[in-house]
C-alpha cells in the first residue's frame, strides 16, 4: 500500500510530534511504500510574513525527522515545493472545488469563528470605555451637535486601538488564550490560500495516488475533502484517483511542562535540540499535583504530568512504586522529577548525539532531499501527464 504524509515546516519537533505523529510514520515504513513530504508551501498559509524563517525550519524538521528514524533507504522524503506539478494540480483541483465545501471546513470555520469572538471583545472594550468617554465628551470646551455619532466614532477608534494592541501583544497574553484567539488567526490568515488550504492537501495526497493517509484526527476533514475532490474528478474526467483512506492512530496527548497538551504556542515543549542542561531546567520546572506542597502530602499521580512521563519512560516496577510512594506521601516532587529526568535522559541523549552529527552535514541533508524529490517528482510527472490529457488542457 502507498501511504503518504507531510508536516509544515514550523522548526525544530518536540516530544509531542514523535509520540503523536513519527513515531507511528517510522513503523510503517516497515510495511508500506511510504512518502514523507515537508509541505513548505502550506508554511506560507500562515506564515507569508515570515518567510525568512522557512529554510531554516524546513531544515530542522528534516535533522529530527532524520534523527527520529524516517529513513531515506525505507522512505521517499521530500520537499513539497521542488515538485512543481502539486502547483499545477492545485490550479486545476481549484476549478472543479465546490467553494461550499471550503467554506465548511472546520479549520476555516474556526477561524472565521475567532473573528466572531473579537468582534464581541472589541464590544466588551466597547462597554467598558463607554462611561469614561461619556464623561471626556461632556467636557470639551465646545459645542457637540451630533452627540451618539461622535461617541460612536470615538469608541470604533478606541476598540480597534485596544484590539491592534492585544494582537500586537501589548495587552495581557492569558486573556488572549482564554479566547483561543490570536493575531494569526485574525489578520493573516483571512486570504484566499488559507481558504484552499486543503485543496492544496489534496493536491498532495492524490497526485501520488496514494491509498492511506496516517494524520491526527484534526486532519480527518482534509482527508475527506481530498476523496471528494477524487471523487468530482473522477466522474467529470475518468477514473483517475483512488479514494484515500484516513489512518488513525490511538495517540494519548502527551502533556507539556505545564500539564497542557505540548505545544510550541504554549512555550511547554520539550526539544529534541534541548540540550542536557534545558532537559532539566524543564523537568525540574514541571508542574505536579497543585494540592502536594510538601514532601508529605499525599499526590494523585493519575493528574500528574510527570507521572505520565513515568508511565512512559519508567520501568514497569518502578512506576508502580512511584504510583504507591506518591499517593502515600512518601515521595517528594523533587525526587519523583529527578527519577523522571534520568529516565527521559536515557532516552534523549542518544538522539541528542545523532541530532548533531545530521546537523554537521548539510550536503547529506541536501542529497536527501534532491533524491527524495527526484522520486517525488518522477512519479507526480506521471500523474500530471495523465491529468493532462484527460481535461484537455496543458
Ligand atoms: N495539513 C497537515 C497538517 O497540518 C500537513 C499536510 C500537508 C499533510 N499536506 C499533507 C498531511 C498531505 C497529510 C497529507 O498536519
Redesign the pocket.
Known amino acids: 500500500m502507498r501511504v503518504?504524509?507531510?508536516?509544515?515546516p514550523t522548526g525544530k519537533l518536540h516530544l509531542g510530534h514523535y509520540f503523536g505523529?513519527i513515531k507511528n510514520w517510522v513503523r510503517l515504513q516497515e510495511e508500506h511504500e511510504t512518502l514523507y513530504?515537508i509541505?513548505d508551501w502550506?508554511a506560507l498559509t500562515t506564515g507569508y510574513k515570515k518567510v525568512d524563517e522557512i529554510p531554516q525550519n524546513v531544515e530542522e524538521m528534516l535533522i529530527d525527522w532524520l534523527t527520529l528514524g524516517i529513513d531515506p533507504k525505507k522512505s521517499v522524503i521530500f520537499q513539497?515545493s521542488k515538485i512543481k506539478e502539486h502547483a499545477e494540480l492545485f490550479l486545476i483541483f481549484s476549478m472543479i472545488t465546490p467553494k461550499s465545501w471550503l467554506e465548511w471546513n472546520p479549520t476555516y470555520k474556526d477561524t472565521k469563528y475567532n473573528l466572531l469572538k473579537i468582534a464581541d471583545l472589541s464590544l466588551m472594550f466597547k462597554g467598558g470605555i463607554r462611561d469614561n468617554l461619556k464623561t471626556f465628551i461632556a467636557k470639551l470646551p465646545y459645542k457637540i451637535e451630533d452627540f451618539e455619532s461622535l461617541e460612536e466614532m470615538l469608541l470604533d477608534n478606541v476598540s480597534d486601538a485596544l484590539i491592534q494592541a492585544l494582537f500586537e501583544g501589548y495587552l495581557d497574553k492569558e486573556m488572549l488564550k482564554e479566547l483561543n484567539v490570536s493575531k494569526r488567526d485574525f489578520y493573516d490568515t483571512d486570504t484566499y490560500g488559507f481558504l484552499g488550504?486543503?485543496v492544496?492537501?489534496?493536491?498532495?495526497?492524490l497526485i501520488y495516488k496514494?491509498q492511506a493517509?496516517?494524520?491526527?484526527e484534526?486532519?480527518l476533514p482534509?482527508?475527506e475533502l481530498?476523496r471528494e475532490i477524487a471523487r468530482r474528478f473522477n466522474n467529470l474526467y475518468g477514473e483517475t484517483f483512488p479514494e484515500?483512506q484516513a489512518m488513525l492512530t490511538e495517540t494519548p496527548r502527551l502533556p507539556g511542562t505545564d500539564g497542557r497538551k505540548m505545544s510550541k504556542s504554549y512555550n511547554n515543549a520539550i526539544y529534541f535540540a534541548d540540550t542536557k542542561e534545558e532537559l532539566q531546567r524543564k523537568v525540574m520546572g514541571f508542574f505536579t499535583d497543585p494540592q502536594k506542597l510538601r514532601k508529605g502530602d499525599p499526590g494523585r499521580p493519575e493528574l500528574c504530568p510527570v507521572f505520565f512521563y513515568h508511565k512512559i519512560f519508567t520501568t514497569w516496577e518502578k512506576v508502580e512504586e512511584i504510583e504507591e510512594d506518591c499517593k502515600r506521601g512518601k515521595l517528594g516532587c523533587v525526587d519523583c522529577k529527578r527519577e523522571m529526568l534520568k529516565n527521559l535522559e536515557l532516552f534523549l541523549e542518544p538522539l541528542r548525539e545523532k541530532r548533531q552529527e545530521y546537523a554537521k552535514d548539510r550536503a547529506l541533508l541536501r542529497d536527501i532531499i534532491k533524491e527524495g524529490s527526484e522520486k517525488a517528482k518522477s512519479i507526480a510527472s506521471k500523474t500530471m501527464e495523465e491529468v493532462r490529457e484527460k481535461i484537455r488542457v496543458g
Open positions: 503518504l504524509s507531510g508536516m509544515r505523529v513530504m509541505a502550506h513539497q488550504y486543503p492544496l492537501q489534496a493536491v498532495d495526497i496514494a493517509v496516517p494524520v491526527g484534526d486532519q482534509h482527508i481530498a484515500p
